[in-house]
């Protein structure tokens, strides 16, 4: 039997657990790991030599492997969502004892984590479901950590994680997240936020390149400059690194070479449909996703551009006397005022949940620890930080005193840019969805009113007034046929005297 010489566990050696296992490992904390393929845990046993002699100890038995962790003993599983998760429980709890904890570090439905705390819960065990965010190097050197579930389990592993996470000014960049899967749920949503940068990125990177004409040198310029002011974040510096780096298989710049084709693993997907469910306004995060789905037609839309282009429509119309240094500008503004729509709907949906199951979530909170270590880390979360601290009921982040100025600043920047990228056939669907976003959002009367008194004609719905209470209900056609019938009448009755 092995012995108890590792203060946590972790199973799952892909490239997010290998690094997240030599991190922990590198911060001082002796780590046992294990994997299903024995090449996996030789393979991490031997980077952890590699790169320092780090505490860090593979096994390919699991009994072996649960034994080897000090009691009450918490095992991080990094597997693929779904089934695999399950799989692993299976496998490594038949040697767990009551009080042990399990963490589930994956993408998974924060449902599912549910379930399975309630299913370990049954022997006795502990479970948390923790998002990590910051893909490899972040895994390695400092993530964003989302941990969910009891508040006695996060406390198993909060010495680590605290070490662990990547260090801000005001921090570590991990909280306890609250109850049940809001863990997993949080992370989701930061998912989702992440999925609407990324497409309004590409939005400007395509007016910029399509519309202005500038050249992988320039963009690069470009997106380092903004990379240097309010637009600093993890996103917009590795696109600035994108435009700087030559095909090593051909001549020109790689990013020109690859298949204009988006993947996804779900969680964008998970995150719209939250938004239906919930009520909640996100058509950013729709964009990106609907933007995702057209790309996966690669096919048809070469057809589609044949079809057109031979119908009379250009695929992207020229733009006389375009003021290059002023476009540039716009795209900026447009680009910002359209990510804090972004941030503003992932936020929403965040607050409802929240609300719906009791989790009580901290937004300022959850806006702090995303300032280091994850995808969509930028320089204004510590502004949507300090929008939450000043109030912590906030509506939206479109009304914070701060954001309003900034949004009403930029307006018309970024009206330019959609009714440009319109005007010249380049579609900008975050973008512009941004933008319909806020003018609803701050709009006092809307024509909703129409559709109500549709919805009440066909279907005798109701509808309230804006001049009293209650709910009313019109005999609609009844009304439309008499007021036809009557001016029949009346036009026949003229057709005569005539």
Not at 38 to 47: A, G, L, N, P, Y
Not at 242 to 255: A, N, R, Y
Not at 312 to 341: F, H, P
Not at 452 to 469: I, K, L, N, P, S
Request: one cysteine or more; aromatic letters at 8%.
């Amino acid at each position: 039997m092995a012995e108890a010489v590792s203060r946590i566990g972790l199973a799952g050696l892909a490239v997010m657990g290998q690094n997240l296992a030599l991190n922990i490992a590198e911060k001082g904390f002796p780590i046992s790991v294990y994997n299903r393929t024995d090449t996996k845990v030789d393979e991490t046993v031997e980077r952890a030599k590699e790169e320092g002699d780090l505490p860090l100890t593979g096994y390919k038995n699991p009994k072996d492997f649960v034994m080897s962790i000090q009691k009450p003993r918490s095992i991080i599983i990094l597997v693929k969502a779904g089934a695999p998760v399950d799989q692993t429980i299976q496998t490594l709890s038949q040697y767990m004892e009551p009080g042990d904890c399990i963490i589930d570090g994956g993408n998974e439905w924060y449902e599912n984590t549910e379930r399975r705390a309630k299913q370990v819960a049954e022997k006795g065990l502990l479970y948390l479901g923790m998002g990590v965010s910051g893909g490899e190097e972040g895994a390695r050197n400092g993530p964003s950590m989302m941990p969910g579930g009891t508040e006695e389990a996060y406390h198993y592993i909060e010495e680590v994680v605290k070490k662990v996470a990547a260090q801000v000014d005001d921090g570590p960049c991990v909280t306890y997240v609250g109850q049940g899967g809001a863990g997993n749920y949080v992370k989701m949503i930061h998912n989702g936020i992440e999925y609407g940068d990324m497409q309004l990125i590409s939005e400007a990177y395509d007016v910029l390149k399509s519309v202005g004409g500038l050249t992988n040198e320039e963009l690069h310029e470009t997106f380092a400059e903004w990379n240097d002011g309010e637009l600093e974040s993890f996103l917009v510096e590795i696109t600035r690194d994108i435009f700087s780096v030559k095909d090593d298989k051909g001549e020109g710049f790689l990013v020109d070479k690859i298949l204009d084709k988006t993947g996804m693993k779900g969680t964008g997907k998970w995150t719209v449909q939250q938004a239906a469910e919930l009520s909640i306004a996100a058509p950013t995060i729709a964009a990106s996703l609907d933007s995702r789905f057209l790309s996966g037609l690669k096919e048809e839309r070469l057809e589609a551009a044949r079809i057109f282009r031979e119908a009379g429509v250009e695929d992207i119309l020229a733009v006389k006397d375009l003021d290059k240094k002023q476009l540039v500008d716009d795209v900026r503004k447009a680009l910002y005022a359209s990510k804090i729509c972004s941030y503003a709907q992932g936020m929403n949906l965040i607050r409802a949940k929240s609300i719906e199951q009791g989790w009580n979530l901290d937004l300022g909170e959850l806006a702090r620890i995303w300032k280091g270590g994850c995808i969509i880390r930028a320089k204004f979360l510590d502004r949507i930080k300090k929008a939450y601290d000043r109030n912590p009921k906030l509506a939206s982040l479109l009304i914070d005193p701060e954001f309003t100025k900034e949004m009403v600043e930029r307006q018309s920047a970024w009206r330019r840019v959609v009714s440009l990228a319109i005007e010249v056939g380049v579609s900008t669907p975050g973008m512009t969805a941004s933008l319909a976003y806020f003018d609803t959002y701050r709009r006092g009367r809307l024509p909703a009113n129409l559709v109500q008194a549709q919805r009440d004609y066909f279907g005798a719905h109701t509808y309230e007034r804006v001049d009293m209470d209650g709910a009313y209900h019109t005999e609609w056609f009844k009304i439309a046929k008499k007021y036809a019938n009557n001016a029949s009448k009346y036009v026949s009755k003229g057709a005569g005297q005539n």
